[in-house]
Each structure stands twice: as structure tokens, then as C-alpha cells.
């Protein structure tokens, strides 16, 4: 997810969660559910390790917002 979020413009992306989740070769076999979880799994480590920031969450059932955090664009840059 790191790699996803760095590689767009800009700071901040939201889309749907399948987007998200085929760009991380996550197998679309797996109950939709256990995807958004994994997924939710996924943003929450970013958070704690600052690279997200808190505001990056799921939004709807299946819209995602995700948001670099400054350090983590400016560290980019």
C-alpha cells in the first residue's frame, strides 16, 4: 500500500476499495468482507507507523480515502 500511495500526485486519493485492492494483488476469490478488512488492517499500520494520516478510512461500505501525511510527501519530494 505504501508503493500505491506514493506513486499518486497527490497527496490525497479516494476510489473504490477494489482498485485499491487489485493493485495490491490482494486475491479477489476471498468474501468481500475479509478484503475490507485486510485492507483496513493495512491502513491503520500506516497510521501508527505516519505515514497516513488519521483521516484515511473507509468513508462508505466501498469507497476508501486514503491521505499521505506531510512528512511522508515531504520525505518523497
Known amino acids: 500500500m505504501y508503493w500505491f500511495i506514493v506513486s499518486h500526485r497527490d497527496k490525497k486519493w479516494t476510489g473504490h476499495y477494489a482498485i485499491l485492492a487489485d493493485s495490491l494483488n490482494v486475491d ?43 512528512e511522508l510527501q515531504a520525505r518523497e519530494v
Do not use: C
Open 28 to 70: 479477489r476469490e476471498q468474501p468481500h468482507f475479509t478484503i475490507r478488512k485486510y485492507l483496513k488492517e493495512a491502513i491503520k499500520e500506516l497510521q501508527e507507523l505516519g505515514m497516513l494520516a488519521q483521516s484515511s478510512k473507509f468513508i462508505s461500505k466501498d469507497i476508501v480515502n486514503l491521505q499521505m501525511t506531510d
